[in-house]
């Protein structure tokens, strides 16, 4: 049995997501002000990574059902 | 002064430690599925075509490239999209539709091997050192230019970085071979994207769109004496030599990159061709660079824009700015300035974490071409011809462990003697540049014989070292850039200079082996050749194959796509 290539692809950025996700909350806003023009983009782009991470963790277990 | 320049924090390595552990995770899991030569060389020849296409693109995609890229976008602007534009996708067309089914159909497991097929012994000989010498050059130069690097921006210890990068690469390649590092590109395929498009995205946010983008590099433009739009227009000042930064004109550009370098690379280059090797049968192989080709033509958005960004940043003259060097701006520090100054911490621990993936999947694969084609052709070819599966696995690790230790060896002389490694790159670029005369007359000619084959390289090579002897880029000394024969020719770049040596070294070896060929024997029956040349091989049939997965339709979408891109950045 090959290993799923998606599965870690998605583990890992769900995980970075939710990493950036958790920092990006307690993160003081004024180091956003210094670099991103504002924005938080560790809340943003660590959402973007985890429905990322998502939709490949489901496309890993869709293609294990099919298999099985 | 940049010394280092970035701080990082703990959230950065918790990023970093994180990806690490995936990498080598995934050796760990990968190495139960190697059981012989096979999956460790050519992963089984099991893979779906779309993770051979990420490999593909992604092992081409090393660190060098992202940050040479940029750099390429900083000083001459929009141009440097030829480079993938010209100087990739047709030729990705091509080996895809025309070359693979020879590759992937012959019973030859690499390059070389193909040549020993098709022509004879010596020419897969000449062509398997030369290759496994420059894969391991390429590995150290990788391994160097991420020490440097970490060294300059972040103060991490030169030395450390050399060996926790050379330990980390080989490890996941001696537990998972082929599998492992196309499987790690394919993550750093994705690192790349999820780490620089919001770095574009903020870039492009901050000098106003693509308009603001334009009109913010008129002054850098017209600063340097050339028309208004030169930095936003890829093809519009592509005349003549004088009126772009690049200085090169539109044919030298055509042929010598387009054509000579482009199909040189993609199409005979083990590195990338072993990766479309790898798929699980001869639709997914064909499908490999076609697939590869939709992602590559996106790319300049991602890895050159930042430069034409920096680049207009720093001509406002706001608070960024681009670090000088020897009375210029250091351009290679345009991707680590744009890192540090729109991603805050976090972000950038992401940002760094894709650099160094890209860094470490450029060094792997270097390495699992270099232990494929040592093991087949150099030790199976010419050391030990008859030995067990089980030993040429052995054998296939241990080179891992050796094409590692070369690599480090590499990297240290490319740190102390900057010539040498000047040297012999231009020595392989030499070698490489009348590689696809050879293999378009070997697949496409029948009656090309393996003496033609062997001294018409030759002589293309000898080509290319006079015509660099003769020529000289402007400005430059008499030396390593050329001129070492009397300098008779002055190129206006070193760019057109390294395009013209390319279409020299081509057009030789092509007449010389049409030459060579007809005056010696064929020694090859038609049976021999069967698979090998288009002429005896049966064609591939495409009845039953949904229109989705036909090569040549794929082939033509590409290429349109290509066609309106140019034509809309024209």
């Given at each position: 049995m090959q290993l799923d290539i998606r599965l870690p692809i998605g583990l890992l950025f769900t995980v970075f997501g939710v990493i950036l996700v958790i920092f990006g909350l307690v993160s003081d806003p004024a180091i956003y002000q210094t670099?991103?023009?504002?924005?938080?983009i560790n809340l943003v782009w660590g959402l973007v990574q985890i429905v990322f991470g998502a939709i490949m963790l489901w496309l890993a277990l869709r293609g294990k059902k099919a298999k099985a | 002064m940049l010394q280092h320049s970035i701080q990082l924090h703990s959230i950065d390595y918790v990023l970093l430690v994180t990806y690490f552990v995936f990498v080598l995770g995934i050796g760990f899991v990968l190495r139960r599925q190697v059981s012989g030569s096979k999956d460790f060389f050519?992963?089984?020849?099991?893979?779906p075509a779309w993770i051979c296409a990420l490999g593909f693109i992604g092992a081409n995609l090393g660190a060098q490239e992202v940050m040479g890229m940029a750099a390429s976008g900083a000083k001459y602007?929009?141009?440097?999209?030829h480079f993938y534009w010209v100087g990739a996708i047709p030729a990705m067309v091509f080996v895809a539709i025309f070359m693979m089914p020879f590759y992937y159909g012959?019973?030859?497991?690499s390059v070389p091997e193909y040549l020993k097929l098709r022509f004879d012994e010596k020419t897969r000989g000449f062509n398997a050192l030369t290759f496994a010498c420059m894969t391991i050059m390429s590995s150290g130069i990788s391994m160097y230019a991420l020490a440097k690097l970490l060294n300059a921006?972040?103060?991490?210890n030169f030395h450390g970085c050399i060996v926790v990068s050379g330990v980390i690469v080989l490890a996941y390649i001696f537990m998972g071979g082929l599998t492992s590092a196309i499987y790690n590109e394919v993550l750093q395929f994705f690192l790349i994207v999820f780490g620089f498009l919001p770095l574009v995205l903020l870039g492009l946010k901050d000098v106003g769109g693509w308009d603001g983008l334009v009109q913010k590099l008129v002054k850098p433009a017209t600063d340097a004496g050339?028309?208004?739009?030169t930095f936003t227009q890829?093809?519009?000042?592509?005349?003549?030599?004088?009126?772009?930064?690049?200085?090169?004109e539109w044919f030298g550009l055509a042929?010598?990159?387009?054509?000579v370098l482009s199909f040189g690379y993609w199409c005979t280059?083990?590195?990338?061709v072993q990766r479309a090797m790898a798929a699980k049968d001869m639709g997914a192989a064909r499908r490999t660079p076609l697939l590869a080709a939709v992602p590559k033509m996106f790319f300049p958005a991602l890895v050159i824009l930042p430069g034409l960004i920096a680049m207009a940043l720093h001509s406002a003259g706001g608070n960024f700015q681009l670090p000088p060097k020897n009375?210029?701006?250091?351009?290679?520090m345009v991707v680590p300035t744009m890192l540090s100054h729109y991603f805050p911490t976090g972000m950038l621990g992401l940002g760094l974490t894709a650099l160094m993936a890209s860094f470490m999947s450029g060094m792997a694969g270097n390495v699992t071409a270099f232990n494929t084609v040592f093991t087949y052709d150099l030790y199976q070819g010419?050391?030990?011809?008859?030995?067990s599966d089980a030993h040429y696995l052995k054998v296939g690790r241990w080179t891992t462990v050796v094409g590692i230790l070369a690599s480090m060896a590499a990297a240290y002389a490319a740190a102390s003697f900057n010539n040498i490694m000047d040297i012999l790159q231009l020595v392989f670029a030499f070698v490489n540049a009348p590689l696809f005369a050879t293999f378009l007359l070997g697949m496409f000619w029948k009656r090309t014989t393996g003496h033609g084959a062997f001294f018409g390289l030759i002589s293309g090579t000898v080509a290319a070292a006079i015509h660099h002897g003769l020529s000289l880029p402007h400005g430059a000394e008499v030396g390593i850039k050329g001129g070492?024969?009397?300098?008779?020719h002055v190129y206006p770049s070193e760019m057109a200079q390294n395009f013209w040596t390319a279409i020299f070294a081509w057009t030789t070896c092509f007449f010389a082996t049409i030459i060579i060929s007809v005056a010696t024997?064929?020694?090859?029956?038609d049976e021999d050749l069967t698979g090998l040349v288009y002429s005896l091989t049966p064609k591939i049939k495409e009845q039953g194959v949904p229109w989705w997965q036909r090569p040549a339709l794929l082939g033509s979408i590409v290429l349109a796509l290509v066609l309106v891109l140019n034509l809309l950045f024209w």
């Amino acid at each position: 049995m090959q290993l799923d290539i998606r599965l870690p692809i998605g583990l890992l950025f769900t995980v970075f997501g939710v990493i950036l996700v958790i920092f990006g909350l307690v993160s003081d806003p004024a180091i956003y002000q210094t670099h991103s023009l504002g924005v938080n983009i560790n809340l943003v782009w660590g959402l973007v990574q985890i429905v990322f991470g998502a939709i490949m963790l489901w496309l890993a277990l869709r293609g294990k059902k099919a298999k099985a | 002064m940049l010394q280092h320049s970035i701080q990082l924090h703990s959230i950065d390595y918790v990023l970093l430690v994180t990806y690490f552990v995936f990498v080598l995770g995934i050796g760990f899991v990968l190495r139960r599925q190697v059981s012989g030569s096979k999956d460790f060389f050519e992963s089984g020849r099991s893979l779906p075509a779309w993770i051979c296409a990420l490999g593909f693109i992604g092992a081409n995609l090393g660190a060098q490239e992202v940050m040479g890229m940029a750099a390429s976008g900083a000083k001459y602007g929009i141009m440097t999209s030829h480079f993938y534009w010209v100087g990739a996708i047709p030729a990705m067309v091509f080996v895809a539709i025309f070359m693979m089914p020879f590759y992937y159909g012959s019973k030859a497991r690499s390059v070389p091997e193909y040549l020993k097929l098709r022509f004879d012994e010596k020419t897969r000989g000449f062509n398997a050192l030369t290759f496994a010498c420059m894969t391991i050059m390429s590995s150290g130069i990788s391994m160097y230019a991420l020490a440097k690097l970490l060294n300059a921006i972040l103060g991490w210890n030169f030395h450390g970085c050399i060996v926790v990068s050379g330990v980390i690469v080989l490890a996941y390649i001696f537990m998972g071979g082929l599998t492992s590092a196309i499987y790690n590109e394919v993550l750093q395929f994705f690192l790349i994207v999820f780490g620089f498009l919001p770095l574009v995205l903020l870039g492009l946010k901050d000098v106003g769109g693509w308009d603001g983008l334009v009109q913010k590099l008129v002054k850098p433009a017209t600063d340097a004496g050339f028309a208004p739009g030169t930095f936003t227009q890829s093809w519009a000042h592509i005349g003549s030599a004088s009126s772009n930064p690049m200085g090169v004109e539109w044919f030298g550009l055509a042929m010598g990159l387009g054509f000579v370098l482009s199909f040189g690379y993609w199409c005979t280059d083990f590195l990338v061709v072993q990766r479309a090797m790898a798929a699980k049968d001869m639709g997914a192989a064909r499908r490999t660079p076609l697939l590869a080709a939709v992602p590559k033509m996106f790319f300049p958005a991602l890895v050159i824009l930042p430069g034409l960004i920096a680049m207009a940043l720093h001509s406002a003259g706001g608070n960024f700015q681009l670090p000088p060097k020897n009375g210029g701006l250091d351009y290679d520090m345009v991707v680590p300035t744009m890192l540090s100054h729109y991603f805050p911490t976090g972000m950038l621990g992401l940002g760094l974490t894709a650099l160094m993936a890209s860094f470490m999947s450029g060094m792997a694969g270097n390495v699992t071409a270099f232990n494929t084609v040592f093991t087949y052709d150099l030790y199976q070819g010419y050391i030990k011809k008859d030995g067990s599966d089980a030993h040429y696995l052995k054998v296939g690790r241990w080179t891992t462990v050796v094409g590692i230790l070369a690599s480090m060896a590499a990297a240290y002389a490319a740190a102390s003697f900057n010539n040498i490694m000047d040297i012999l790159q231009l020595v392989f670029a030499f070698v490489n540049a009348p590689l696809f005369a050879t293999f378009l007359l070997g697949m496409f000619w029948k009656r090309t014989t393996g003496h033609g084959a062997f001294f018409g390289l030759i002589s293309g090579t000898v080509a290319a070292a006079i015509h660099h002897g003769l020529s000289l880029p402007h400005g430059a000394e008499v030396g390593i850039k050329g001129g070492w024969l009397g300098a008779i020719h002055v190129y206006p770049s070193e760019m057109a200079q390294n395009f013209w040596t390319a279409i020299f070294a081509w057009t030789t070896c092509f007449f010389a082996t049409i030459i060579i060929s007809v005056a010696t024997r064929q020694k090859k029956s038609d049976e021999d050749l069967t698979g090998l040349v288009y002429s005896l091989t049966p064609k591939i049939k495409e009845q039953g194959v949904p229109w989705w997965q036909r090569p040549a339709l794929l082939g033509s979408i590409v290429l349109a796509l290509v066609l309106v891109l140019n034509l809309l950045f024209w």
